[in-house]
């Protein structure tokens, strides 16, 4: 199947609830014969839409791998319409270590896309995907969050769509997963798109598709990973996948547009001085990098070049030359006041 050397465990084409391993053939001195375990699931019954739902792209971003792991546990077939393809632990190598990248060749999963069919682990992994389980899906839903380094609230990312139709299903999704933010790219993402993220496999695909930041910090949020759960249903629901669900009411999202992040220049330990959510003007002191080593020398001031709220922040104290330590995002549209 498309000069893949993956073979997968699960027939996608079988009805009911099917759970195995993607395996990546991966020949060495333990195991000449051995592959890498990626688990699958596929749910499937009856007529509806096909939802690809992936976690562990990054490896350590772990509300998504519950969340996953806890919808293919607790749903059953015949709750279903449809087919969902499931996959906690996509980047396997790099989600079994706790690693953003994969410890077998330091793949970032969604750096790799299309990958290729004999390149790397991580590249083998991308192409797979890219190549037969997108074509497989009428709309995929990538989980990530902050990881090791990084924090974000819960917050749901799409692009515009390509047409009409596809842009009412991502508001519509959005809507669905009821996150409290939205970040809405303003360009790119098209067909021809040449970029390395699953997000743009699926739209290379002509995927309907979101991701979703869920936390982070190295950490499992109980609070987030309950809304994550509870939004992944909400969206089958929407997608009529799920009919006997009943959602309550939504809580509202607030859509924004990333305008840039704000990077250390110098290293030491960083104070952020503004907390998620928090409204950031332009020039505002934001934070400090302070420098213990040479204890009388004065911290380094921290100014924002951007005007938003605090979307994203630096979980790791410790920061050199070149490390994001906040985020700023503005309103993609005027607030109702
Ligand atoms: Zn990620």
């Avoid at 809405?184 to 290379?204: D, E, L, P």
């Avoid at 809304?227 to 999202?253: C, F, I, K, N, W």
């Avoid at 990333?258 to 330990?269: C, E, M, N, P």
């Amino acid at each position: 199947m498309a000069g893949t050397l993956i073979t997968s465990e699960v027939d996608f084409e079988a009805s009911g609830k099917h759970s195995g391993f993607l395996r990546v053939p991966h020949s060495v001195h333990r195991s000449a014969y051995g592959w890498i375990p990626v688990p699958v699931v596929s749910i499937k019954n009856g007529d509806g839409p096909t939802l690809l739902i992936m976690a562990g792209n990054h490896g350590d971003e772990y509300e998504g791998q519950i969340a996953v792991s806890n919808l293919a546990r607790k749903l059953e077939h015949a709750d279903l319409s449809g087919q969902m393809i499931l996959l906690p632990m996509v980047n396997f190598p790099a989600a079994q270590a706790g690693l953003r990248t994969s410890p077998i060749d330091d793949g970032n999963l969604n750096r790799l896309f299309p990958g290729r069919a004999t390149g790397s682990l991580t590249e083998m992994i991308a192409h797979y995907v890219e190549n037969v389980i997108m074509p497989l899906a009428d709309y995929a839903i990538d989980l990530h969050s902050g990881g090791s380094s990084l924090f974000y609230p819960p917050n749901l990312l799409r692009g515009q769509g390509h047409s009409l139709e596809e842009s009412e299903a991502l508001v519509r999704i959005q809507n669905a997963f009821d996150l409290p933010y939205a970040w809405v790219f303003k360009s790119g993402g098209g067909r021809t798109s040449t970029a390395h993220t699953a997000m743009s496999a699926a739209n290379r695909n002509g995927v309907i598709n979101v991701m979703a930041e869920l936390g982070g910090d190295g950490e499992v949020t109980p609070d987030i990973l309950l809304r994550a759960e509870h939004g992944l249903h909400r969206v089958l629901h929407a997608l009529d996948m799920l009919p006997s669900y009943r959602p309550d009411t939504a809580q509202g999202t607030r859509e924004l547009n990333v305008q840039g992040s704000i990077f250390a220049y110098t290293a030491g330990l960083f104070e952020p001085l503004k907390s998620i959510g928090e409204e950031v003007s332009i020039g505002e002191v934001v934070g400090r990098i302070h420098h213990p080593d040479t204890a009388q020398s004065e911290p380094e001031i921290i100014t924002s070049p951007h005007e938003g709220v605090a979307l994203c922040r630096r979980a790791m104290a410790q920061v050199v030359c070149g490390d994001a330590m906040l985020q700023i995002a503005s309103d993609a549209r005027p607030r109702a006041v």
